[in-house]
């Protein structure tokens, strides 16, 4: 019960945070601009999400059933809490080569962490997307910055995911968080008392 009131603390946080940075563009729009920048402001906005709406809901769609076709045993086997190191190894070289943007990458780490996946490989998986991507290596960069600069920097980022891994998992620890999503900890737990709105909340 404990654990699931800080994770939930912890998404308020987040959610509080992302409501206060809108809210201070809004009005720092306002001071600069007025309506006129505002409305231009919101104009971009809706832009934005015309292009990547459906992209969005295809990940979140993608996701959905990543998690209801892959076994939670089985996540928990290779990336859970007692996977360890060869869970961290797994997820940091595994990512290396998958494609598709961060519409459909995301969505599809989120579901794995929500099947029970541990905070240590996930924090692998998102790192290892972010800078050993093959695919981002051998048609983009090689072409444009050459083998040579290209390599100096892919072949030293190859121990950088574990070490994200590790410490990151490192500081769940000593912060006494949850190593595991409220999902994964709830599923864990069936005897939980399903009557606590915070239980309940955090499983939506």
Known sequence: MKKNEENKRGFDISLFILIALVLAAFALSLWKGGWQLTFLSLTKAGGLFEIIWFRLLLGFILGG??????????????????????????????????????????????SIYRSGADIGPVLSLITARGILSIQMLVIWQIPFFGAELSLSRYIPCLLVPPIVGLLGRATFRIFGWSSLSPEAVKSSNPEMDHKSPLVTRGGD
Not at 81 to 104: D, E, N, R
């Open 65 to 110: 059933f990543i998690q209801v076709l892959i076994p939670k045993s089985l996540v928990s086997k290779w990336l859970g809490s007692g996977s360890g190191l060869k869970g961290i190894l797994i997820a940091s070289y595994v990512s290396m080569f998958a494609t598709g943007g961060p519409f459909i990458w995301l969505p599809i780490v989120a």
